[in-house]
C-alpha cells in the first residue's frame, strides 16, 4: 500500500508565501502521479495541480498559476507545493494525492486518485 501525508499549513497573511510537503511512502512505484487538490469550506473540492513524474508537464489549474508551483524531490517520493502572492481565496484544506501512471487517466479528477492524505489546513488572513 501507498501512505500519504501532507504537511506545512497555518496562517499566513495575503501576499504571503507558504511551502506545503508530500511524502508518500510504501509501494512508492504507485505515486508517479501526484497530485494537489484543495477544499474551501462549504465548497467542492477542486483541483490546483499535478505532477507527472518523468512522464509528462506539470499542470495547474488556471487560479494558480504563475503563483504556485509544483516540485518533486530526487527520489521523485515527495511533492513539494510552493505558493507565492497568496489571496484570501486560496484559504482551504489542501489535500495531496498520489496515484500510478495510466495513459487514459484525467489526473485533474479526484477519482483517479487512490491514495490520499489526511489534508492540511491553509488560512490566508491578516
Known amino acids: 500500500q501507498v501512505q500519504v501525508v501532507e504537511s506545512g499549513g497555518g496562517l499566513v497573511p495575503p501576499g504571503g508565501s507558504l511551502r506545503l510537503s508530500c511524502a508518500a511512502s510504501g509501494r512508492t512505484f504507485n505515486t508517479k502521479i501526484m497530485g494537489w487538490f484543495r477544499q474551501a469550506s462549504g465548497k467542492e473540492r477542486e483541483f490546483v495541480g499535478v505532477?507527472?513524474?518523468?512522464?509528462?508537464?506539470?499542470i495547474y489549474a488556471d487560479s494558480v498559476k504563475g503563483r504556485f508551483t509544483i516540485s518533486r524531490d530526487n527520489s521523485g517520493n515527495t511533492a513539494y507545493l510552493q505558493m507565492n502572492s497568496l489571496k484570501p481565496e486560496d484559504t482551504a484544506v489542501y489535500y495531496c494525492?498520489?496515484?500510478?501512471?495510466?495513459?487514459?487517466?484525467?489526473?485533474?479528477?479526484?477519482?483517479?486518485?487512490?491514495?490520499w492524505g489526511q489534508g492540511t489546513q491553509v488560512t490566508v488572513s491578516s
Open positions: 505532477s507527472h513524474w518523468s512522464i509528462g508537464p506539470t
Open positions: 494525492a498520489a496515484a500510478p501512471f495510466k495513459s487514459s487517466s484525467n489526473y485533474r479528477r479526484e477519482t483517479e486518485y487512490p491514495y
